[in-house]
């Protein structure tokens, strides 16, 4: 099958896509309305791209051409924060992706108790394993959906006792949940150990002169 990627409209394009880049990690942001509420939804465009400063980047989509509250509320706030689901939390998580007004609070309506931030006033999801407290670093267009990358910079980690291990998450204790085509998840399945391979280490990068 072949066809070319100009024939097919945005829902087309993103049920195809959506089901080509798997598995994907969730971003389940939580965000604050301009009523103080606690905003909850999940994305699943999401990665890091920096490590000095830690910064990560989530692509942010529209409805009917207007801004999701989240992307609204990160714009005016300039802090959110980037909870990590385990699978204990699948149900909520897939239910905070359901639209409501801008003034209902999803983490006060499915019951999910939250914590105040050490660093931003955006509070973070108690059940959550790992939350990453963010301050906004830039937003960047892309396409002609609207779609924006917003990338923030990690000023705090908050993870669970007993998940780290020299200095790395064990992924395996930590049962993260993926997402997959549609309205589709699932776990790590096996873990496959290879040896390590030796790398650089990294470093930060001198300024260039004027």
Request: with cysteine.
């Amino acid at each position: 099958m072949h066809f070319p990627a100009s024939d097919l409209n945005p829902e087309q394009t993103y049920r195809l896509m959506s089901g080509i880049i798997v598995p994907r990690p969730i971003a389940w942001i939580s965000s604050l309305s301009p009523n103080g509420g606690v905003n909850l939804a999940p994305f699943s465009c999401y990665t890091f791209v920096s490590n000095q400063p830690p910064m990560i980047g989530v692509n942010i989509g529209r409805k009917a051409g207007e801004r999701k509250d989240t992307g609204r509320n990160i714009m005016e706030n300039g802090h959110f924060v980037v909870n990590i689901a385990d699978e204990t939390l699948l149900d909520p998580l897939h239910e905070s992706a359901q639209e409501h007004p801008p003034e209902v609070s999803e983490a006060e309506l499915l019951g999910l108790d939250v914590l105040p931030g050490a660093v931003i006033a955006t509070p973070r999801l108690a059940a959550a394993p790992i939350s990453l407290e963010c301050r906004l670093h830039s937003v960047t267009p892309f396409g002609n959906t609207g779609a924006e990358f917003f990338v923030g910079e990690v000023v705090m980690f908050h993870i669970r006792d007993g998940l780290m291990q020299d200095g790395k998450i064990d992924t395996g204790k930590l049962r993260p949940i993926c997402r997959i085509g549609g309205p589709n998840y699932a776990s790590l399945g096996e873990i496959v150990t290879k040896r390590g391979i030796a790398q650089t280490a990294k470093s930060v990068m001198k300024p260039e002169a004027a």
